[in-house]
């Protein structure tokens, strides 16, 4: 490992390139960095840089797989599109489609005075908790497929709710429950989308978890710092790398970069 050839040209500050391939380099180089002098109790272990990306199967956390999420409750803001009126689809759990509910909510419209035609933001807002939570107050009977039925309509959300519960089966209905819930933060790697392995691995005690949260300011300082802790192996082989994620750093901090995003997350900057 005493020759080892870096996968991004040498950063130049006057013609940085895209924003987002700095903060990608940066990243690409955090990992590299902890792989080649990152600290274990497993030391005859021979690490990548893919041991510390949340992409890798073999080192994502395995209750997320790897996406730092996991499904919570349902999610009624995302439900009711109020811009819209029932006949277009204002209900999007069962937009588009003929099933049982919508022919049982053009019923329960015309039994409670929701107008069919018209927005729900343009409309009495308890017709809105309707149709996400419920109907007690007396059965609705409507026809579907040429039968005659009634019954109590329980609302898109405890609807969606039973679906999840009952475990279906169904792909389309499992595709409606992910997207129609919230996404919280797993339980098990705590948004790190990495598994446990991955996250004891150290540099000044700190996993890259930790590193790759601090602002940029300090994320700069913490970069410097390194070589004063590294023998004369490890400052050979790394040396390149962190000056390169150094200049790098530098440049985002000049910007106003405040920390270092993931790639799909909106981009700040100080004022």
């Known amino acids: 490992m005493d020759s080892i050839k870096l996968p991004h040209k040498k950063f130049n500050a006057k013609r940085p390139g895209a924003l987002v391939g700095t903060i990608t380099e940066v990243s690409e180089y955090l990992r590299l960095l902890y792989a080649w002098i990152g600290k274990s109790r497993d030391n005859n272990r021979t690490w990548t840089s ?9 080192v994502a956390c395995s209750v ?9 409750d349902i999610d009624p803001s995302r439900m009711i599109a109020p ?7 204002a209900v999007l759990l069962w937009a588009g489609t003929n099933c049982g509910p919508v022919t049982m909510i053009k ?7 929701i107008d069919f035609e018209r927005p729900l933001a343009e ?7 309707i149709l996400l939570y ?20 329980r609302g898109c959300v405890l609807d969606l709710r039973y679906m999840r519960d009952a475990g279906t089966t169904s792909k389309g209905n499992h595709r409606a429950i992910v997207f129609f819930s919230r996404q919280v933060k797993c339980p098990e790697c705590n ?14 005690g700190q996993s890259i978890v930790e590193v790759s949260k601090l602002p940029i300011a300090e994320l700069l300082l913490f970069i410097r710092n390194i070589p004063t802790s590294l023998d004369e192996h490890e400052s050979k082989i790394s040396s390149e790398l962190i000056d390169e994620i150094e200049l790098r750093l530098i440049y985002l901090n000049k910007i106003g970069l405040k920390v270092l ?5 909106r981009i700040q900057f100080s004022p």
Not at 123 to 129: A, G, I, L, V
Not at 138 to 153: A, I, M, T
Not at 191 to 204: A, D, H, M, W, Y
């Open 261 to 265: 995003p993931p790639i799909n997350d």
């Open 83 to 89: 811009e819209l009126s029932l006949k277009h689809g």
């Open 64 to 72: 997320c797989y790897g996406t730092g999420a996991v499904i919570g």
């Open 123 to 129: 409309q009495d807002k308890r017709f809105t908790d």
């Open 134 to 153: 419920g109907y007690d107050r007396e059965p609705v009977s409507y026809v579907h497929k040429n039968k005659q039925l009634k019954g109590f309509y």
């Open 50 to 58: 893919q041991d510390f990306s949340g992409n890798s199967p073999y």
């Open 107 to 113: 019923e329960l419209a015309k039994m409670i005075g």
């Open 191 to 204: 948004g790190s989308k990495l598994n446990p392995e991955s996250l004891v691995i150290t540099i000044e």
